[in-house]
Nanobody
Framework: QVQLVESGGGLVQAGGSLRLSCAAS????????MGWFRQVPGKEREFVAV????????YYADSVKGRFTISRDNAKNTVYLQMNSLKPEDTAVYYC????????????????????WGQGTQVTVSS
C-alpha cells in the first residue's frame, strides 16, 4: 500500500483557482493509477478525475471537465489537481486515492477501485 497526504485546500471565491497536491510515500508510486474524489456531508464520495500510472491517460467527471486538470510527477511521488473557474458546488472535502488495479484508468471511477486514501483536504468556494 501507499500512504497519501493531501494539501492545498482552502477558501476561494467563485471563479478562482486552487491547486491540490497529494504526496505519496513508497517506491512504487509510479505503478499506481491515481484518482481524486470529493465528498460533502450526507452524500456519497464522488469521482472527480483519474490519471494512469504513466500520466498519459486522464479522465474526468462531466461536472469538472474543462475546468480541472489532473497531473502527476512520478519523480516527486506527487499527483496534482488544478482547479480553475471554481463554483460554489465544488465545495467539498477532496481526497486522493491510489489504485493498483490493472485495468484502463478511464474505468477506475468507483471508490471501491481504490485501495489507499488520503485524509482529505477541505475546499470551500464562496459565492
Amino acid at each position: 500500500q501507499v500512504q497519501l497526504v493531501e494539501s492545498g485546500g482552502g477558501l476561494v471565491q467563485a471563479g478562482g483557482s486552487l491547486r491540490l497536491s497529494c504526496a505519496a510515500s513508497g517506491r512504487t508510486f509510479s505503478s499506481y493509477a491515481m484518482g481524486w474524489f470529493r465528498q460533502v456531508p450526507g452524500k456519497e464520495r464522488e469521482f472527480v478525475a483519474v490519471i494512469s500510472w504513466s500520466g498519459v491517460t486522464t479522465y474526468y467527471a462531466d461536472s469538472v471537465k474543462g475546468r480541472f486538470t489532473i497531473s502527476r510527477d512520478n519523480a516527486k511521488n506527487t499527483v496534482y489537481l488544478q482547479m480553475n473557474s471554481l463554483k460554489p458546488e465544488d465545495t467539498a472535502v477532496y481526497y486522493c486515492a491510489a489504485s493498483s488495479k490493472i485495468i484502463e484508468a478511464r474505468n477506475l471511477r468507483s471508490p471501491a477501485d481504490f485501495g489507499s486514501w488520503g485524509q482529505g483536504t477541505q475546499v470551500t468556494v464562496s459565492s
